[in-house]
């Protein structure tokens, strides 16, 4: 079962066990370009999670004795093969998931890459500390865990995946991997490039599906040791129930409805480009500051610049270099964005901005758009749309500002824009976010800790936290004497 996609031969079927595994039924993977059926994909049942788990448990025993210095090579392998396919990995993706090309071939597919050589460089100066406890030396280890199950979205799907692939099998552990159904083709070419870089069978699997069958069943497998999530909160929710019920740890980071917080005393026209850059990736993007909050003094003129710049962005296929959007990524998600928008037209909101599809387009494009002042506690304003669509309000002082932007459930990102750097730290200390960026926005490395609070997700991930959620940590207590017998 092979697909052909922008002259890039994909296996689609699973891979477990360092095998291909058709299974009985399939799926289609649609592109949101032209809503075309590029491939049919294996769908993976409980009987294929079953086949998975158990050859990532076999592959384990073998797996947790290798060095850390075998580990990271066979990581930076991975990683030599990513970077010398990223062409093919970014037309595929692009052509799956709807994201800009040239995002893919100058960011996302050199970030895969280094997802793996971060890790793998981390791995060698993980800190193993020794301390002593009245002439008692204790050491501290990182002992592999077991199998990692990870299940990830479709709006980054290769670099999402990978960022956490890399440190589970840096940490020893051994990977089952349920890839978005929305955006399935790139998961299944890194299956191929872990065997080509001799990876041993099993140490990573790859079981395609649908969320509500795979994906339930490797939430719910008793053999994995760790469940790491990427996606929303309805699925979070019935992920945490199954791993509770087998307790096994669990690492959840999932959406976010951040606050973009614009200040009088800021550089007004990084303000205005840096709150366009919002809508990047079709508004699909989780920690996208999607709350606009404009101190009232600057609003008319905060407003009319922006409103002259969103007007510009160049809308279309995302594999022309000069688009700056592309569309949507399914059907099912674009009427779910309209929804929300239709439901905020009703409720007597007027959309300044788009409000939408792009008619010169149709498809899946919709238009950037912008709704001003929202009533609060309006659904618009509350819930995360993840698309392009935002919401401007203001405020008159910095106490209301920051009550505005605490005022949700979510708390993964915020933005604030300000000439003031006292300011930015008050701010910063007040608002309930896991990360903060002042005067920029997506500035971001692997060695941060990355993770959202309330209903953003659980934990926190990069450098030793990835370490610290893959591993069992050990401490072990030496006695002074007793030795030598
Ligand atoms: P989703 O929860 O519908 O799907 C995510 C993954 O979960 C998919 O692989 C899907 O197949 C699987 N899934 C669905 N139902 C399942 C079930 N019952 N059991 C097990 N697995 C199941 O989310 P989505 O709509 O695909 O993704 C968008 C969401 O992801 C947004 O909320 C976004 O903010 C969030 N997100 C968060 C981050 C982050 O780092 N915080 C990054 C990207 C996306």
């Known amino acids: 079962m092979r697909a052909l996609v922008e002259g890039v031969e994909v296996d689609t079927r699973h891979w477990i066990a360092g095998e291909r595994v058709a299974g009985a039924r399939r799926f289609a993977s649609i592109s949101p370009i ?28 073998a797996w947790r004795r290798t060095s850390p ?23 595929v993706e692009t052509r799956d998931n709807g994201s800009l090309l040239r995002s893919h071939r100058r960011g996302v597919m050199p970030r895969v890459a280094m997802n793996f050589r971060f890790f793998a460089d981390w791995l060698l100066q993980l800190d193993h500390p020794d301390f002593d406890v009245r002439g008692h030396r204790n050491h501290v280890s990182y002992d592999p865990s077991g199998v990692a199950a990870i299940i990830t979205p479709w709006n980054a799907p290769l670099m999402l995946g990978t960022w956490r692939i890399a440190p589970a099998l840096a940490a020893g552990c051994t990977v089952v991997y349920k890839p978005p159904e929305w955006a399935p083709l790139t998961a299944s070419m890194l299956a191929d490039i872990t065997a080509e870089a001799n990876l041993p069978a099993g140490v990573f699997n790859v079981v395609q599906g649908v ?25 979070a929710r019935s992920i945490a129930k199954a791993a509770g019920d087998n307790l096994v740890p669990l690492s959840f980071e999932l959406g976010g409805k951040s606050p973009f917080i614009v200040f009088a005393d800021c550089d007004f026209d990084l303000a205005v480009n840096t709150a366009i850059g919002q809508f990047d990736n079709a508004g699909q993007v989780c920690l996208a500051g999607t709350r606009l909050l404009i101190e009232a003094s600057i609003r008319d003129r905060f407003l009319e610049a922006f409103l002259e710049k969103a007007r510009k962005i160049r809308q279309g296929d995302p594999r022309d270099e000069s688009v700056d959007i592309g569309p949507q990524i399914s059907r099912q998600h674009f009427e779910r964005i309209d929804g929300f928008v239709q439901r905020a037209k009703a409720a007597g909101r007027q959309a300044v901005l788009g ?9 899946l494009y919709y238009r950037p758009t912008l709704f001003l002042d929202p009533d609060p506690g309006s659904e618009i304003l509350r819930d995360e749309v993840f698309g392009p669509v935002l919401c401007l309000q203001s405020f008159r002082t910095e106490a209301e500002a920051i009550a505005m932007a605490n005022d949700t459930e979510y708390g993964l990102a915020a933005v604030v824009m300000t000439g003031d750097k ?15 960026w002042n005067n920029c926005f997506f500035v971001r490395d692997l060695r941060q800790a990355f993770g959202g609070n309330g209903k953003s997700g ?23 004497s007793g ?3």
């Open 483 to 485: 030795w030598g017998k």
């Open 211 to 235: 969320g509500r069958e795979a994906g339930a069943a490797l939430a719910a497998h008793p053999g994995i040791a760790r469940m790491s999530f990427t996606g929303s909160v309805p699925t």
């Open 355 to 363: 409000g939408g599809v792009n008619t010169d387009l149709g498809g």
């Open 422 to 436: 006292a300011r930015a730290e008050r701010i910063t200390g007040a608002v309930d976010a896991g990360l903060v």
């Open 69 to 91: 210095e075998e580990r990271a090579r066979y990581l930076h392998r991975i990683a030599d093969i990513i970077e010398s396919r990223v062409e093919q990995l970014s037309v």
């Open 34 to 61: 032209d809503e075309a059926t590029i491939a049919e994909i294996s769908a993976g049942s409980s009987a294929e999670i079953d086949q998975a788990v158990a050859a990532a448990r076999e592959a384990f025993k």
């Open 458 to 480: 659980i934990g926190r991930e990069g450098g030793n936290w990835s370490f610290d959620f893959y591993c069992n940590i050990k401490n072990a207590v030496y006695a002074p």
